[in-house]
């Protein structure tokens, strides 16, 4: 944070020795809204359109220890997913998805230290899991980061679905024969199954016959199988709060173009950070 305030102190300072002239009023003495112990050494204003902006440049705040807050005590649901977890391994899913009409998702990742490019398809709208922070399976408890976006087949290329990939009645990874595109440009080299085509009562993905898979790979697999069960025995609470949270979206941006915001005079303070002295060796 203070490397950033540094380089905003030399970027801004420059601009605003030339272009702003110094407050006619000395220094404004009185307490910021800043945390430490500080001397303000020098203070620019810019004048907008309703509001002000004051750059002060300082000398290096000393900081104050906060005392630690005392954590929260858990809940009894709380308490009672952290005792399941007892003795779990830990793993990690992280990967990118796009949902093509809020259908199918195409799920996308590269093998470690820059490899190969995977691409498989889910019948889970992975709207309903991108606020997923952890999830469990039998044995493991897996971290997830799920970068999550929306387009359509029409955007993709493919107007309307044709062929076929072939699967089987389980909840884990499937092969199906890789089928062109028709816009290779958008992303994806493989045709976009329709929704139709995955079982309707399970959740599963379909990776093409061809693709090959490193141990690493294998992991990522493993966690996509857990995921994909995962959904199935929680889809209705997914599904709910997801409704909630696209609610809860809804009305904060109703909100905010009824209320939109009142432009306020900001503070703004820069200071130098000095390099820690050398040490003897």
């Known amino acids: 944070m203070k490397l950033l305030q540094t380089l905003l102190y030399w970027s801004i300072s420059f601009l605003a020795l030339q272009a702003v002239e110094p407050t006619s009023n000395p220094i404004d003495p009185t307490p910021q809204p800043l945390a430490g112990t500080y001397r303000i050494l020098e203070q620019r204003v810019v004048q907008h359109e309703g509001y002000k902006t004051t750059y002060n440049r ?3 705040p000393q900081m104050s220890r906060v005392p630690a807050t005392e954590a929260r005590p ?4 709380e308490q009672a997913l952290v ?3 007892k003795g779990k391994a830990h793993g990690q899913l992280s990967i990118g998805a796009t949902v093509f009409d809020h259908e199918v998702t195409e799920i996308h990742w590269n093998s ?3 490899g190969k490019r995977h691409v498989a398809y889910s019948n889970i709208d992975f709207n309903l899991v991108a606020g997923l922070g952890t999830f469990d399976s039998a044995d493991t408890v897996y971290s997830s980061f799920l970068a999550v976006g929306n387009a359509t ?3 993709h290329g493919e107007e309307r679905d044709t062929g076929s990939l072939p699967v089987q009645s389980q909840p884990v990874r499937q092969a199906g024969p890789p089928v062109q595109s028709q816009n290779p440009q958008a992303g994806s080299l493989y045709h976009v199954p329709a929704l139709s085509e995955f079982p309707s009562d399970l959740s599963v993905y379909l990776v093409p016959a061809d693709d090959t898979f490193t141990e690493a790979d294998n992991e990522t697999l493993a966690a996509l199988d857990a995921l994909h069960a995962y959904y199935d025995a929680n889809r209705a609470k997914l599904q709910q709060t997801f409704l909630e949270r696209e609610q809860k979206r809804i009305a904060q941006q109703q909100w905010a173009k009824e209320h939109p915001p009142i432009p306020k005079d900001e503070v703004m303070f820069i200071w130098k950070k000095e390099p820690a002295p050398a040490t003897a060796k």
């Open 83 to 85: 005792d399941s977890r």
């Open 153 to 155: 087949r029409k955007e």
């Open 74 to 77: 858990l809940t009894t649901e």
């Open 58 to 60: 300082i000398t290096p």
């Open 112 to 114: 470690p230290n820059g």
